[in-house]
């Protein structure tokens, strides 16, 4: 048995599972706890993004300078992009000047030294991935064009003037690459001659098939660099790869991230007609799906080798590569790769298993000196259930599915001998994502007051290699549906958790993964769909430009698969769930609008389906409100006590009723 199976007996009293009063309160996860993100440094300077929730989920740029910590933005400035929905690379720093995109309405900013001054109004553009050239002169951003409303928003590659002064309502950035359906990446070499992107075209998404491309970057006296001689290095339509991450090391050579062997793994692209040179190979990956902007696998260092993250079985590594030796690295647990500080070793977003993630600047094999934690947690070590990845056998002999397994663990309380766990399943969105080991409220607030979770890396998750990626295709509803199940039957087969009570839970992807479970087995008790996919027929003709073609690999081209699309869809399945379900679900929402889950409901409640559906103004695709994230935890568990039949407070009780209104939050 697992260290993590046995926290389960640590506490001293004894209740029944998912009675246990709980330290992880919903003021604690709501109000207390800030988002960390985007860790980057600037010579000695660290900067890093929080989102607030106390703020109404503001985002602020903040910096540490020597010793001290301070807001670089102030209110109410937002430093976030909605470029491809999901943003990233919302702002850039270079010898102390600092560019950054305000969410609210696509502005571009920059901060040297005093009052924030505005290089764009936006006005219907918006950027991201913003990068400064060497010199800091020019700022290199993505910009998406949303101008013209009956057609999809343009991509291009722009450059701004830092120092021009311009009419910010009239500065859109000059174009150096259209064309493509998708941009990201712009990378200028170290001095300045040459510059790298990313580029991919419908329907293809980013760890589908890219294009890594490369020009020449000329400038002219005072006009704005433009490109030229254009070519690919990698990417060509004879074979699907996935590249991604460019960078240029310190000698000016590129690298990049490919899966050419199956795996992302890193490559230096030395001429225009030699093949890429894999410096590691590997049977795990270095890379992360292409969801935002700005994401950092690995860092070159000044001493030639190259710091890199690497993802095994689910979990997260830091090594060190030079001359194709492999050496691991004791650097905590971080999210991104680490960077380097000028003289004073690394920064990183750290994000262990058993503390909340904290931005962090260190040495490997040293405790590293915590600059902010997102929350201190009130709890004992052993209120913190741990990660136990399991394997199981998944359906039709296929192979291996991959889980993390989290026993309940409460320091003053344990279960009656005998009772076993209620298990909360944990399906992640994307679907092409990843459940990882990292401190979460998710898991948190179920394991500290008795329930087990089993966090399921079903086909179609990342860190498994491409192949394990490409179960999911033209299967999404089925292969996903299929492993969470089959991870449960191994959980209750081997005696972990009680087999009638278990719950699902999973927000956008995953909640189509909830739903149709709920339809395709009688395992599950009820289940929880956040801001959920219900009609992949909708979700195709109705949600953003990233991942209108998102479904032609999961599901196939739409409308010549409709038949596909209504089977695989929860609104056509309602017949089949018979247990309650819960909905909670954003106004502001583009990505799954809000009437997928109206429908769902309907439909629900006109067969006699126990459900409620709760709807919060001012959020999108992803709870950032204090108030509603506290009501959502409130309320979903409440609704597991409810239908488990365990003691719950009058005044959270779930309305679970027949009435077609929603309940506005």
Avoid at 62 to 86: I, L, S, W
Wanted: aromatic share 8%.
């Amino acid at each position: 048995m697992t260290q993590s199976s046995t926290s389960a007996t640590t506490g001293t009293g004894v209740r029944p599972y998912g009675t246990w009063p709980s330290p992880v309160s919903a003021a604690l996860v709501a109000g207390k706890t800030v988002s960390l993100s985007d860790v980057r440094v600037d010579g000695r300077d660290i900067y890093w993004i929080e989102g607030r929730p106390a703020e109404g989920g503001r985002r602020v740029l903040v910096r540490a300078r020597a010793g001290q910590v301070e807001d670089v933005t102030p209110a109410p400035f937002d430093v976030g992009t909605r470029v491809h929905e999901y943003g990233g690379g919302a702002y850039a720093v270079c010898q102390g000047i600092i560019a950054f995109s305000n969410r609210r309405d696509g502005s571009l900013w920059l901060v040297e030294g005093g009052t924030p001054r505005c290089l764009s109004t936006g006005a219907g553009l918006w950027y991201a991935d913003l990068t400064f050239s060497p010199d800091g002169r020019f700022l290199f951003c993505v910009r998406e064009d949303h101008r013209a409303e009956d057609e999809e928003p343009a991509a291009a590659i722009v450059v701004l003037d830092c120092t021009a002064t311009v009419d910010p309502a009239f500065n859109g950035g000059t174009p150096l690459v259209m064309g493509p359906d998708f941009l990201s990446s712009p990378r200028p070499s170290p001095d300045g001659r040459y510059m790298a992107w990313i580029e991919w075209d419908h329907p293809a998404m980013p760890w589908d098939a890219t294009r890594l491309r490369v020009a020449t970057l000329l400038q002219e006296g005072d006009d704005p660099p433009r490109l030229a001689a254009p070519w690919s290095a990698a990417g060509d339509d004879a074979q699907m790869e996935s590249v991604i991450e460019p960078c240029w090391d310190a000698a000016g050579r590129l690298l990049a991230l490919s899966d050419r062997s199956g795996w992302w793994n890193l490559y230096r692209f030395d001429t225009t007609s030699s093949p890429p040179v894999a410096l590691a190979p590997m049977e795990a990956e270095i890379g992360q799906p292409h969801w935002v902007f700005g994401l950092r696998s690995y860092v070159p260092l000044a001493d030639g080798s190259i710091l890199a993250m690497v993802i095994n079985d689910g979990d997260t590594r830091m090594v060190s590569i030079r001359d194709g030796v492999v050496t691991p690295l004791d650097l905590g647990h971080p999210s991104g790769c680490p960077v380097p500080v000028e003289r004073d070793g690394f920064a990183w977003l750290d994000a262990p298993p058993d503390n909340a993630a904290a931005v962090v600047r260190g040495q490997p094999g040293h405790a590293p000196q915590v600059l902010r934690r997102a929350t201190e947690l009130p709890l004992a070590a052993a209120d913190i259930a741990r990660p136990a990845p399991i394997h199981f056998p998944l359906p039709g002999g296929e192979g291996t599915g991959h889980a993390f397994f989290y026993a309940p663990a409460n320091a003053r309380y344990r279960g009656p001998d005998g009772e076993k766990p209620p298990l909360v399943v944990v399906a992640h969105g994307g679907p092409t994502g990843r459940a990882n080991p990292a401190f979460s409220f998710k898991v948190q607030w179920w394991t500290s007051r008795g329930f087990a979770v089993v966090d399921v890396n079903y086909g179609g998750s990342t860190g498994f290699g491409r192949a394990y990626r490409q179960r999911l295709e033209r299967q999404w509803g089925v292969v996903d549906v299929d492993d969470c199940i089959a991870a449960c039957q191994y959980l209750a087969t081997t005696g972990q958790v009680d087999p009638a009570r278990i719950v699902i839970r999973g927000s956008s992807a995953g909640g189509l993964t909830v739903l149709l479970a709920l339809a395709r087995s009688s395992l599950f008790a009820a289940g929880t769909s956040l801001y959920g996919v219900t009609d992949l027929r909708a979700l195709a003709q109705d949600t953003h430009k990233f991942e209108s073609r998102y479904l032609d690999t999961l599901v196939g081209p739409y409308p010549a698969d409709e038949a596909t699309y209504l089977a695989r869809s929860p609104i056509t399945q309602v017949a089949d769930i018979r247990v309650p379900v819960l909905f909670l679900q954003g106004l502001d929402d583009r990505v799954v609008p809000p009437a997928q889950a109206r429908s769902m409901v309907a439909a629900l409640r006109g067969r006699g389906v126990p459900c409620a559906l709760y709807e919060f103004e001012g959020e999108g695709h992803g709870f950032r409100q204090e108030a509603t994230i506290r009501q959502a935890w409130e309320l979903e568990l409440a609704f597991y006590q409810q239908v488990l039949r365990l003691p719950v407070s009058p005044a959270l009780r779930v309305a679970l009723i027949a009435d077609p209104q929603p309940s506005h939050a």
